[in-house]
């Protein structure tokens, strides 16, 4: 879903938006992403080329969405910095969700980008014993998908640390 869309010119577009969804995109498409104060979730799918720079984004949609969630597609995500969800001190035993999700067959490339799985959930509870949450993978690669990730060699990926 797409909120507050400005268009420049006939080639570039800046999005105000907290969520985005691409599908079936044919044609080249670039994008400058503008979030206040981030990016929470991400969605493309059956899309030929889609390229997202300097995008900040968090997820916050649970332990089973990533952050990005790519599928059949196409993506290009350069300077950008992309967090997975991070279980929280209610959310019991819930595994953290990986940064960027790569499935069926798609092709991604991450140059220049800082990319981080989600901490799985601390546990306490006084009156029983609950088993923390895992942490997620930076980058998850599925159903034939491939990643090429290149860089200056500064770039953090790492998956989340477990509760």
């Known amino acids: 879903m797409l909120k507050h869309l400005r268009t420049i010119s006939c080639r570039k577009i800046v999005f ?3 969520s985005s969804s691409f599908k079936c995109f044919e044609n080249n498409l670039s994008r400058g992403l503008v979030c ?4 929470r979730q991400m ?12 995008l900040k984004l968090r997820a916050n949609q649970g332990e089973s969405t990533p952050g990005v969630d790519i599928y059949s597609s196409e993506v290009e995500f350069v300077r950008c910095d992309i967090r997975g969800w991070t279980g929280g001190e ?6 953290g969700s990986a940064g960027v999700r790569a499935d069926e067959g798609s092709r991604v490339r991450i140059s220049l980008c800082e990319i981080e799985g989600g901490t799985g959930a601390d ?6 014993w609950i088993e923390p949450g895992d942490g ?5 690669v599925r159903g034939g998908s ?3 990730i290149t860089g200056d060699g500064t770039q953090v990926l790492q998956g989340g640390h477990g509760g």
């Open 146 to 148: 491939e990643v090429v």
């Open 136 to 140: 997620a993978p930076a980058v998850h």
């Open 90 to 95: 209610w959310d019991y035993s819930a595994s």
């Open 123 to 128: 546990v306490w509870s006084e009156w029983k």
């Open 16 to 18: 105000f938006i907290f």
């Open 43 to 54: 969605s493309v799918s059956n899309s030929v080329d889609v390229r997202a720079s300097d």
């Open 36 to 39: 206040f104060p981030w990016l």
